[in-house]
């Protein structure tokens, strides 16, 4: 049976993976497709009309011997259904193995506890992997599974998520080369569902979740704490090559509370294929007050190229790209400072970094003997008040305190009420007069 595919189309996929690469030449092909085909969408939704891959192939004319492999249930594989696969993949030249996760392992109301695929179906990958060299597997699931452990059994994947009620045309597509994919990984794909931040904190504990990984969320955990993974965040392929150059960053606003910074890029297709890219935007901030991630993304924008054609993308970053979400003022908060801007297409593939320096909002809280010694330092008046004690100790009117590098680290994170118990009644006459001071200087 004809089986027409472009021999490379395994190598790019609409959100994902591929790890070989061959000719773009249409060739005459046998194909077999194993596995269920895939499904609508989450949930119960009924559509009113759900088109598979099989249904597809049919409507093109394009033949191709079917078996289904296993079943969606949760009985023990299928022996008899597992040989009818084998033994149709070993004459066929590329088999399609539709391979996913069923209703029993995920739906609404519940939540995972593995992110593994059901066994029988990777050992039947492994299966088919033996008679055939040439398996291509097209995953269908609503949140992430492990590739890691089986990847080595395909020559590629294609990542279809739950692709809706026209899912077997756009698969189709994308396959036989008439759509170059461009979506793009929404979450990272871990190694292991130990390496995830919250599972620390889940299940909880009677009825109690705590979501301790705070703003440390996926990637935002992985790239901070060079947490290896299997593909990162912002991941996808196609069968273009991009190249993003001349990135620059301008700061366009004089005043601090309305700071943009304008990132410009020229993207282009290197390759002799249209296809369009999407180009992300991260921000890195410098020494920050508070614990954040090493970069967010902040901004993106796709652009669609001819083959060999270049564009210039320009991306706004309002005030809000740079800020954090702050306790102490319970408002957003600019640090002043210099920020790092990352332009790549992942969040582990950036093609470069600029940077601009961001006067801040200046915002300030009112400083008392509780403010520690390190907030009166950066604070406007508290600055003039430190350096007005460090001459009165040099002068003789007030204790000098001491200058090292142990003493700093005490003093920069403790309250001034805190001083008497370090220094004594030098350290009372200290406090007091630092806090004397901030009276007049606020007035």
């Known amino acids: 049976m004809a ?16 790890r070989q690469r061959g000719s773009r030449e249409y060739n005459e092909d046998k194909g077999v497709c194993i ?24 409507e093109r004319g394009i033949k191709a011997d079917f078996a289904p492999g296993f079943t969606l249930d949760l009985e023990p594989a299928d022996p008899a259904l597992e040989s009818e696969a084998v033994e149709t993949a070993k004459n066929a030249d590329v088999v399609l193995m539709f391979l996913g996760l069923p209703e029993a392992a995920e739906s609404e109301g519940f939540d995972r506890d593995t992110l593994d695929m059901p066994a029988k179906q990777i050992a039947l990958l492994e299966q088919v992997a033996a008679a055939n060299q040439n398996v291509v597997v097209v995953l269908s699931n609503g949140s992430v599974v492990s590739v890691a452990p089986w990847a080595k059994n395909a020559k590629g994947i294609l990542e279809s998520w739950l692709l809706g009620q026209s899912g077997g045309p756009a698969l189709a597509d994308v396959i036989f080369g008439q759509v170059s994919p461009s979506g793009k990984l929404a979450q990272s794909i871990p190694l292991d569902i130990n390496d995830d931040p919250s599972m620390t904190n889940w299940p909880g504990e009677e009825g109690h979740v705590d979501y301790g990984e705070g703003v440390f969320v996926g990637y935002r955990y ?6 290896a993974v299997d593909y990162p965040f912002g991941y996808g392929l196609s069968y273009a090559t991009f190249e993003i150059a001349d990135v620059t960053a301008v700061k366009t606003g004089a005043n601090t509370a309305t700071v943009t910074a304008t990132v410009t890029a020229t993207v282009t297709n290197t390759s002799d294929v249209d296809a369009a890219e999407t180009v992300q935007v991260y921000v890195a901030p410098g020494k920050a007050d508070v614990a954040r991630p090493k970069h967010e993304l902040k901004g993106f924008t ?11 993308v320009t991306i706004d970053l309002d005030e809000r790209a740079f800020a954090y979400w702050s306790e102490k003022y319970n408002d957003w908060h600019v640090e002043a400072g210099e920020y790092a801007i990352e332009v790549g297409v992942s969040s582990r593939d950036i093609a470069d970094t600029v940077a601009v320096a961001l006067d801040g909002d200046g915002k300030t809280q009112p400083l008392t003997e509780w403010s520690t010694y390190g907030e009166w330092e950066v604070d406007p008046f508290g600055a003039k008040i430190v350096a007005a004690v460090a001459a009165a100790g040099e002068a003789g009117e007030l204790p000098k305190l001491p200058d090292n590098a142990m003493m700093r680290m005490f003093l920069n994170s403790m309250p001034i009420n805190s001083l008497p118990t370090l220094l004594g009644e030098g350290g009372k006459k200290i406090a007091q007069f630092m806090v004397d001071e901030y009276a007049k200087l606020s007035k």
């Open 222 to 227: 992985y790239d901070t704490y060079g947490k």
């Open 35 to 58: 596995g269920a085909s895939p499904c609508c969408g989450s949930s119960h939704i009924t559509p009113t009309k759900m088109t598979s891959f099989l249904d597809t192939l049919a």
């Open 3 to 18: 089986f027409h595919l472009r021999r490379d189309i395994w190598l790019r996929c609409p959100s994902l993976i591929f």
């Open 302 to 312: 796709k652009v669609f190229l001819k083959a060999g054609g270049s564009k210039t």
